[in-house]
């Protein structure tokens, strides 16, 4: 999976927690988020990229 899918992934999986009714979703989902977080932190770091990237000001 690239970084994209699990950016994309990760983000449905915040969706569906905060609008899951029960408790066990919300305990299903909230793994997922932490799943996902785990790998794109994995992906980063295999690729030498640094955790968080902001636009470059210079650009505008």
Request: net charge negative; hydrophobic share 35%; charged share 20%.
């Amino acid at each position: 999976m690239d970084l994209n899918q699990l950016l994309y992934q990760h983000q449905i999986a915040v969706m569906n927690q905060q609008h899951s009714r029960s408790a066990e979703d919300q305990a299903t989902y909230f793994n997922l988020v932490e799943y996902y977080s785990k790998r794109i932190h994995e992906f980063r770091a295999g690729a030498g990229l640094p955790r968080y990237v902001w636009p470059d000001q210079s650009l505008t």
